[in-house]
C-alpha cells in the first residue's frame, strides 16, 4: 500500500486535474494548477523520482481524474502458467499492460497476450478485479485496479517482443523473480484457484 504522505499527494493531484477540467476563471486555474505542483512536490518527497518527471508523467491527465485499467492474463497448459520476461526490468510477470481505449478490457488481454508471447487464446472468466493501491504492490502514480482473466491456450508459438525477451510456463511451485509492480506471487497463486476450482466466484476489492 502507498505511504500516507503519497496516497494524499495522489488525491491532491487528483482534486486539481478535475478542478483544472471544470475552473471557469483564471483564479480557479491559478489554484488548481498550484495544488498539481504541491501534489507533485509531496509525491517526490514520498518517493525520490523528480518532481518534473512526475509532472511530465501526468502531463496528459486531462479531464476528470478516474483510476486507470491493467489487465492480466492467466493462461495455464498442463497445469503450468504463461509467464513473460520484461525487457525494462528483467522480471516476469503475466501478459498485459494498460488497457487501450475503445477496447473491451477481454480484448486488450487476448491483444496482450499475442503481442508478449505468441499465443493466441481466449478469455473465459474475469477471476478477480483488485485495488492495486491494497495489494501490496510497489507504488505508482497512478491510481489503478488491475483485472485478471483466465484464457484458454488456442495456438500459437512462444515469442518474444519489443517488451519481452522470454517466454515460458511454470508450475506453482517453481515461480521466477517477479516484476511485483505487475504482478504478485499471492496473485499468480489464485490464478493456479481459479483454474483448478472454474467454479470459483470472481474476487474483488
Not at 34 to 56: F, H, K, N, Y
Not at 99 to 115: C, L, Q, T, W, Y
Not at 154 to 159: D, M, P, Y
Request: charged share 25%; with cysteine.
Amino acid at each position: 500500500m502507498p505511504s500516507d504522505l503519497f496516497a494524499r499527494a495522489r488525491q491532491l493531484q487528483a482534486i486539481a486535474q478535475t478542478g483544472l477540467e471544470y475552473a471557469n476563471n483564471a483564479f480557479d486555474r491559478e489554484r488548481y494548477e498550484r495544488i498539481a505542483e504541491i501534489a507533485m512536490s509531496l509525491m517526490s518527497t514520498a518517493t525520490g523520482v523528480d518532481a518534473a518527471a512526475l509532472g511530465e508523467a501526468f502531463a496528459f491527465e486531462k479531464g476528470y481524474a478516474t483510476p486507470k485499467i491493467d489487465v492480466r492474463a492467466a493462461v495455464f497448459r498442463q497445469n503450468r502458467i504463461l509467464l513473460v520476461r520484461e525487457t525494462s526490468d528483467g522480471l516476469w510477470t503475466l501478459p498485459g499492460g494498460w488497457a487501450d481505449v475503445g477496447v473491451s478490457p477481454s480484448v486488450n488481454a487476448v491483444r496482450e497476450v499475442k503481442e508478449e508471447s505468441g499465443f493466441d487464446v481466449r478469455v473465459t472468466k474475469l477471476a478477480a478485479v483488485y485495488d492495486r493501491d491494497i495489494r501490496g504492490h510497489p507504488p505508482i502514480p497512478f491510481h489503478t485496479y488491475k483485472f485478471f482473466f483466465l484464457c484458454d491456450l488456442l495456438s500459437g508459438v512462444a515469442t518474444t517482443s519489443l517488451e519481452t525477451d522470454a517466454v515460458d510456463f511454470f508450475d506453482l511451485f517453481s515461480l521466477p523473480p517477479l516484476s511485483t509492480t505487475r504482478v504478485l506471487a499471492e496473485q499468480i497463486h489464485h490464478m493456479f484457484e481459479h483454474h483448478n476450482d472454474p467454479s470459483r466466484p470472481t474476487t474483488f476489492d
